[in-house]
Nanobody, 128 residues
Framework: QVQLVESGGGSVQAGGSLRLSCAYF????????MGWFRQAPGKEREGVANIYTGGDSTYYADSVKGRFTISQDNAKSTVYLQMNSLKPEDTAMYYC?????????????????????WGQGTQVTVSS
């Protein structure tokens, strides 16, 4: 059974840091494109960062460039999202998602419909 399990969310003050983890398993063929999305109350789900798991190519939304870093540990089938210099506007439910794509394709995937499998999400709350 395919599962994506996020962890690491929590409440922090502005300027603080959190590291989210997403363990994925149960795939017959491991996904080669993993993404992090977020959804704030009343807003659409938006892409935050992607990583091509066959290498280390990454994509970041403009709103998080320079503050967030996506990384992976293939041996553990886990992707991470290191979030630094957090702002109140980063408050959202964060989801990881899995897809299959070419390198260039993976770096262009930023819509919910681009990804096939999803985790249940982990809440991040940043207070001012």
């Amino acid at each position: 059974q395919v599962q994506l399990v996020e962890s690491g969310g929590g409440s922090v003050q502005a300027g603080g840091s959190l590291r989210l983890s997403c363990a994925y398993f149960g795939f017959t063929y491991s996904p080669n494109c993993m993404g992090w999305f977020r959804q704030a109350p009343g807003k659409e789900r938006e892409g935050v960062a992607n990583i091509y798991t066959g290498g280390d190519s990454t994509y970041y939304a403009d709103s998080v460039k320079g503050r967030f870093t996506i990384s992976q540990d293939n041996a553990k089938s886990t992707v991470y999202l290191q979030m630094n210099s957090l702002k109140p506007e980063d408050t959202a439910m964060y989801y990881c998602a899995a897809a299959w794509a070419t390198v260039s394709g993976c770096l262009r995937l930023n819509r919910q419909r681009d990804f096939t499998y999803w985790g249940q999400g982990t809440q991040v709350t940043v207070s001012s």
